[in-house]
Each structure stands twice: as C-alpha cells, then as structure tokens.
C-alpha cells in the first residue's frame, strides 16, 4: 500500500516569517511535507525556477494573508499560479481576507494558538476525497508499525473512524498484525482486528487468511506444524527461495518461519547453501532431494 507525505505550499511574505515558521513546525509535526520560498531554497539556486516546481507539486496552496503579503510583489503571482493549478487553496486571515484571484476562497482566522488553527487545516484536508485515502493510508502506516501496547490501543481505536476499510488497507491491517508483536499484545487492538478479520474476510488474500488462522491457534505444537507445512509447501511450489523471498512471502513473524525451516532442516526435508546472485551471497532454500 503507497503512503506518501502531503505537500503544502506556504506563501508569505518574509517579513512574517516567524509566525509562518511557527505553522511550518506544526504541519511538518502531523508529517507534511511544507515547503517555505525564503527558508528551504539554497542560495545558490534559481529561486524563481524552484518556487515554480514546488508549485507545481504541492497538494496543497496556504497563503498567509496580512498587509506584508499584500506589499509583497510575489505572493499575488504565487496565488494566481496555484489557482490556475487548481490547487486546494486554504488562505489565513492573518488581518486581511483574500482578494484579487482567491478572493472567493472562506479564509480561516489564524488564533493565538497556532496549533488550533493547524488542526482546522488539517480537517479541512481531510474532506477532500482525494487527500482522504493517502492520509488514512498514513495512519494505516503508523498503526501496523506500532511501538508499544499503549500506541496500538490507542491508535486502534482512532483506526475505526477510517471504515470502510479498502481491500488495500485491510490487507495491511492483517500483514501489519501479523509481523507486529506489540499488535498482538494490545488488547483493545487484537480484539479490533479479530473483528474486521472476520468482517472483511472476503477481502483478505486466502494467504493471509491462512496465516492468520494458524497465528489464532492455542495449541502450540498445533501451531509450529501448521508453519512447517506452509513453508515446506512454499517451497515445493517455488524450487527454491531466497531469505528475502521467504520474508516477503510470510507476513507471520519471522521468529517463526525462521524456526519452522531450522525443523525441516533437521528432518532432512530442506537445504540451505550459500549462492551467489546478481554478484552477492544470498543464502537460499530449497527442498531436500533423496
């Protein structure tokens, strides 16, 4: 599943630069990418060439406006590009509303506390379709990857609001669980996942259906046997594998898979041996022949 940061294009004038700063850090903390003319273009650099390609690939077109932008002699061209564009334009009514080209735009009253206003943008993004699904893929992202039981639950919850789940999104769900042990730990987000496992069943690769039933099973014997199975069933399929082919195959924990292998070894089912591949050693699997 692709995840990507958001680009917004904050114009101003430099002699706002520190409140406009100030939005930077609170946009950048909630992972946008913003990109800033007078502070993120080296000296060096044809600034107007620059400021026009970071136009051009901005998502998003934040005009702070305030007597210093009006005075500015190319903020009004900076607007008037991104709206030929059609960028999403959200200005800030920083003591002047929009005028001339974006004059139409609602602007948002910048308040004292910076992060609130921030937020406001961040929800108005948030209603746009097409924003929607990268930045609920972001959170996916953040939740599958989670550091800690306390995180997981936490995010768990946050995560229901995204329903309904995509086929994309749900398989990385159940990927995510299954490699994620502090998942797995986390009680409010194990049961979460039991119950989309079960709600959009349908729309989980049979692969990771099968692992994850295998990862629900009490018995522990039970389970090694079932892995030792779909990994020697694997590798009957595909001859032979690399370590990498095997962990990209295998959204279990690699703990597990890693032992199941040991076993077939030792059972004399499976061989390693070292080869050499695109001119680098890479230690490959493949079944025992007799």
């Given at each position: ?185 986390a009680f409010r987000a194990k049961r979460k996942i039991n119950s989309w496992f079960t709600k959009y069943k349908d ?74 591949i695109e001119g680098k050693e890479s230690e490959v699997y493949s079944l025992e022949t007799i």
């Amino acid at each position: 599943m692709i995840s990507r940061q958001l680009r917004i294009f904050l114009s101003y004038s430099s002699l706002d630069k520190k409140i406009v700063g100030a939005i930077k850090e609170h946009l950048i903390s909630h992972d946008y990418n913003v990109f800033l003319a007078h502070e993120d273009i080296e000296p060096s650099t044809e600034w107007q060439e620059e400021i026009i390609k970071n136009l051009r690939a901005c998502d998003i077109f934040i005009p702070v406006m305030s007597e210093n932008f009006k005075q500015s002699e190319w903020t009004d061209q900076e607007s008037g590009f991104a709206l030929a564009l059609d960028k999403l334009i959200i200005p800030i009514d920083l003591g002047i509303v929009p005028y001339g080209f974006i004059g139409k735009y609602q602007a948002l009253k910048l308040k004292e506390n910076v992060h609130d206003s921030c937020k406001k943008i961040i929800d108005i993004i948030r209603t746009r379709p097409k924003f929607k699904e990268i930045l609920d893929n972001k959170f996916i992202n953040e939740f599958v990857n989670s550091g800690s039981f306390s995180e997981a639950n936490g995010l768990a919850k946050s995560l229901e609001q995204l329903e309904p789940f995509t086929s994309a999104q749900i398989n990385e769900i159940i990927r995510g669980y299954m490699s994620n042990d502090q998942l797995q730990g986390a009680f409010r987000a194990k049961r979460k996942i039991n119950s989309w496992f079960t709600k959009y069943k349908d729309s989980i690769q049979s692969i990771l259906v099968e692992q994850f039933n295998i990862l629900l099973m009490k018995n522990e014997d039970e389970q090694k046997l079932a892995i030792e199975k779909i990994v020697y069933e694997f590798l009957k399929s595909n001859g032979s594998s690399t370590i990498l082919e095997i962990m990209r195959h295998f959204a279990l924990q690699w703990p597990y898979i890693e032992r199941a292998l040991s076993q077939l070894e030792k059972e004399g089912k499976v061989k390693s041996e070292i080869k050499m591949i695109e001119g680098k050693e890479s230690e490959v699997y493949s079944l025992e022949t007799i």
